[in-house]
């Protein structure tokens, strides 16, 4: 797919802050950025326009965006007809999980890393102000990583892909800082899981409450808008 100069990095990209950070990580190290978009039909489709502009602002190399269409599957508010609650964080795994949902994307995006050459995949998961989703561990990153190894041809022959979450144990706020060190424009990111008329952030749910907080706690001012204050 790509010519075997420099490296490459598969990036993870949903559109979100800390796919964006991720993303801009791995440019940083010198990697030429492949970014892959999972569309599986989720109910914030702005967040694929998003991921459209961010892809653009890391000047990927090429921006796949791969159709896998989950509502087959159910099983949660982002990809079912179930309400998003807006009560705020709790702690317990809350609806809006996808069930299974960074196994199957890592998969999809294991094999692109695989085919295209790529020695690294960057994934913007984050254990420390997160949902309480069990796909954001540590440990299921570990897991994947001796998957991969043991799955694939570049793995069996020495070659192993490496995973690499390196906002694994950032707090939002930290997520927010390295947005800004690295010149990023976080206006460009959505998180939202809800959206409101006009493409706005509800302001409400898990997603925008944590957003609102890392910028808060960083002391950097929010540039998103919110149809009501987190």
């Known amino acids: 797919m790509v010519a075997n100069k420099g490296k490459f990095a598969v990036v993870l990209l949903s559109g979100g802050l800390d796919s964006m950070v991720a993303g801009g990580l791995a440019r940083e190290a010198g990697y030429h950025v492949l970014a892959l978009t999972i569309d599986y039909n989720q109910r914030h489709r702005v967040e694929l ?3 459209a502009k961010v892809a653009a602002a890391l000047n990927a190399m090429s921006h796949i965006v791969l159709p896998l269409d989950l509502t087959a599957f159910g099983g949660s508010a982002l990809t079912a007809d ?3 609650p807006k009560g705020g964080v709790g702690s317990s795994i809350p609806i809006t999980y996808v069930p299974a949902r960074n196994t199957i994307f890592l998969s999809l995006t294991l094999g692109l890393a695989e085919v295209s050459g790529a020695s690294d995949i960057f994934i913007g998961v984050n254990a420390l102000d997160y949902s309480g989703y069990p ?3 540590p440990e299921f990153i570990d897991a994947f990583q001796k998957m991969a190894t043991l799955a694939t041809k ?8 490496r995973i690499n979450a390196p906002l694994q144990h950032m ?8 947005a800004q060190r690295l010149g990023l424009d976080a206006g460009l990111s959505w998180s939202c899981y809800d959206p409101a008329p006009g493409n706005r952030h509800c302001g409400l749910c898990d997603s925008c409450r944590l957003r609102s907080k890392g910028f808060e706690e960083a002391g950097l001012p929010d540039p998103t808008d919110y149809a009501a204050k987190p």
Do not use: H, M, T
């Open 171 to 178: 707090s939002k706020a930290d997520i927010v800082r390295e």
């Open 135 to 137: 796909d954001c561990r």
């Open 49 to 51: 326009q998003a991921a």
């Open 154 to 161: 570049a793995g069996v022959e020495g070659r192993p892909l």
């Open 82 to 84: 179930l309400e998003v």
